[in-house]
């Protein structure tokens, strides 16, 4: 289902990209508005790359993002942790990062967190969580968070069967919401066949 007539959220122009001590990648023009989309590709070509452009966390080497990016959820799932993040219980840790966002919701929380499994460990410091769990943690936070754009890099990863169930159950409750002028974008190496995506981007 296709909703490119839709006003876009975010969109690329000309863009060039890529981390600093990277290689320079190129992406052709796209718009994304509002619903549940996909950016596909292969290994290397760039996904995790683009979302931190789209983010605001790595600047362009050229080209532009349009957008308004002050409304945005993005927790980078691979980047280490500093020492205070570390020691911080999730349940901190969540709390502070609902503060910016004015449609946070609490109850949405508590719900994926019960969904992920989460709920009896909310009371440890983050260096006590699983890979895995973490990046269930960073999920949950960011569906509950209400931005405007929401931006999950391979959701999939180091999860149990029963949890890639729940992000992809989760991810189709987004597709119903096109509405509220939500953004979801997604990352991942397949089209991941149980998520009915509004468009499929392939990068690379």
Not at 101 to 129: I, N, Q, T, V
């Amino acid at each position: 289902m296709s909703h490119a007539d839709s006003k876009p959220i975010i969109a690329v122009e000309d863009l060039h990209f890529g981390f600093p001590s990277g290689p320079e990648l190129v992406c052709q023009d796209h718009a994304w508005g509002a619903g549940l989309h996909l950016i596909q590709g292969d290994e290397g070509v760039g996904k995790t790359a683009l979302l931190c452009t789209l983010a605001g966390d790595v600047r362009p080497i050229a080209g532009r993002v349009l957008g308004n990016a002050r409304d945005v959820f993005w927790q980078h799932p691979r980047a280490e942790l500093n020492e205070a993040e570390r020691q911080m219980t999730c349940s901190d840790w969540v709390a502070q990062r609902a503060k910016p966002f004015a449609h946070w919701s609490a109850a949405d929380f508590d719900r994926h967190a019960a969904g992920f499994g989460l709920s009896e460990h909310m009371h440890k410091p983050l260096l006590a969580l699983s890979t895995g769990s973490l990046r269930k943690l960073w999920m949950a936070t960011a569906w509950a968070s209400g931005a405007a754009l929401v931006l999950i890099d391979e959701p999939l990863a180091a999860l149990d069967k029963g949890s890639m169930r729940y992000v992809e159950t989760t991810l189709n409750e987004f597709g119903l919401l096109r509405q509220h002028a939500r953004c979801v974008i997604v990352t991942h190496w397949d089209a991941m066949q149980h998520v009915d995506w509004d468009d499929v981007f392939t990068l690379g």
